[in-house]
């Protein structure tokens, strides 16, 4: 089988990549477990191919159609569909937003709709879908009302892709991840940068911006718990999911206060020290706009699972990135 | 001012044509009364000019990007988007509801936006974004979750205008309507065209055929209703519908049984001896997907008024059309 990775130099594409080699095998079009002949890493800027003669990296731009039919031939079973243009920056340009976030992924739905065998396509989508006034623990059936271009985009392709999924043109699951923490690399254009900044520059001796208030409630996700999710969410069978593909990912709720306070169990006070608060109310603006919880009873009722508490999060940061 | 109605031809285009020439103001973008100077009616099939000097008949397809530039101009302040493929045709026939549906519907909010002058925008929803578990009564924040290509293209449709309106690119409203009955005309390929139908046909002495069970419950507007909730949503400042621009219009909660009960007073029992009952699974899967109900509290707050009872729904439709 061949299973395609869009963003496939992204980080979470990345660490994927290296998770399904080890694996090396997926659950395929009839459910069973079959090898991963090849693994296409597909993005704007060049993947790594990890030296694996499995991988296959293209770089080029997935809101061209030849591309993306190419891409998705009889072969190509299993889709992860991670390239995304981030909150920050799908608000400060609309028109880049619409491409990649609504009009490629489109494009990749009427791909595996052209290609006709009903590939399995596993989509990443946000807690950003959620706005407005909301309750203290969104729950499945709480109304999507984005407040961010960002949002409103991923809410769009969770649309389509229920939609193709329920006329069986693909076999689609939306996983809606919480933000992620901690990332490792650089800061980029999502408006919860600084969810990771905040522990990962410190624990580096950097120092970091915090633009959010200490009480602000964070939905979070660790990048391996994201990684097991995305997998486990590829191998759940389309019946699983009932008249819903969006499955709302395990997280933990805790607020920026809370964070500082893990990091200073893991990086000490000299930690904590190289936090400065410098409230950016464009940012706040959309953060604030995200629930800080979830009901996740759903996705745990499918063997989904999250972290169990900020600081082992952010002890196995350290494992996975610093040491 | 200018004012634009897609699916002008339509029977509530030509509806609330005639309503907004009778009236003969709306609101301009500055929230001032201001003359309708002329009235514009696109439909890809020629609309009624009323022999009325201000309406100018366009006939042509919304999807042409240059015919919907040269529609919303700088005079085009206030723009009725109504045109759509109705659900059961979206369902037969996927790619045409795409691009009707969906694709006409961003041409227009993007022409909108090149306009410059941050047009009104008033679209029709429907019951149709709805489905899978529902709540008997559906709350402004119960989750859309559409189980038809319809719904999912208005669902999407509904998130940019909001997202549009947020930017600051137009002045959106989202109306959604429950089902319209009594419709006048002939029937359509909504699933739902037998709730016009099993009224209409037999005070026109024809048979007619319910493909759904009685025990069915549908969530009603009649058509003077419906056209008086269009002009009054767009009258709404958009100050007051905060960081939702979506509206569930009010209605009537009735089963079939109860619309053949209202039938029996007006037209005697041999009006409901033309009902036929032969179920159709595609349609009842459909519309037994729909809410039965749902909370209009906030509408009614806005001002926006439902119908007193089904009898009074169709003694209009004998004023309105029969007479």
């Given amino acids: 089988m061949n ?10 594409g ?50 061209d159609p030849a591309l993306m039919h190419s891409l998705i031939d009889a072969g190509a079973t299993s889709v992860f569909h991670l390239a995304a243009v981030v909150s920050g920056q799908a608000e400060a340009d609309f028109d880049l937003g619409m491409r ?10 009427e791909a595996c709709r052209a290609a006709g065998h009903k590939p399995r396509v596993v989509f990443t989508s946000s807690v950003a879908v959620y706005g407005g006034k909301l309750p203290d623990v969104v ?17 769009i392709a969770e649309l389509l892709l229920n939609d ?10 939306v ?11 650089k800061p980029n254009k999502a408006a919860s940068s600084f969810a990771s900044g905040i522990i990962r520059e410190p624990l580096n001796g950097e120092d970091a911006v915090c633009p959010v208030s200490p009480a602000l409630r964070l939905w979070l996700l660790s990048p391996r718990r994201a990684i097991a999710a995305l997998i486990a969410g590829h191998e759940l069978s389309g019946d699983a999911l009932g008249t819903s593909r969006t499955i709302n990912l395990p997280g933990l709720s805790v607020s920026v206060a809370d964070m500082v306070a893990a ?13 400065r608060f410098a409230p950016d109310p464009a940012v706040e603006r959309i953060v604030q706009s995200w629930p ?5 009873s759903r996705a745990r009722a499918l063997g989904l699972e999250g972290d169990a508490d900020f600081e082992s999060v952010i002890r196995a940061h350290v494992e996975d990135e610093l040491s």
Same sequence: chains 1, 2.
């Fill in 164 to 173: 193709f999924s329920r006329k069986g043109f693909v076999d689609g699951r």
């Fill in 292 to 296: 800080g919880a979830w009901d996740d």
């Fill in 14 to 63: 990345q660490k994927l990549a290296r998770a399904l080699l080890a694996r090396g095998t997926l659950s395929g079009v009839d459910g069973s477990q079959q090898a991963i002949d090849q693994l296409v890493l597909v993005d704007v800027v060049q993947a790594n191919d990890f030296g694996d003669p499995r991988v296959r990296v293209v770089t080029g731009d997935i809101t």
């Fill in 263 to 275: 990091l200073e169990k893991v990086g000490g006070p000299e930690a904590v020290a190289r936090i």
């Fill in 100 to 109: 990649i976030n609504l009009d490629a992924s489109r494009l990749l739905l």
């Fill in 3 to 12: 299973v395609l990775i869009t963003g496939g130099a992204g980080f979470l």
């Fill in 175 to 185: 996983l809606r991840l919480p933000t992620i923490s901690v990332r490792p690399g």
């Fill in 139 to 155: 729950r499945d059936d709480t109304a999507l009302n984005p407040q961010s271009s960002y949002g409103a985009q991923k809410a």
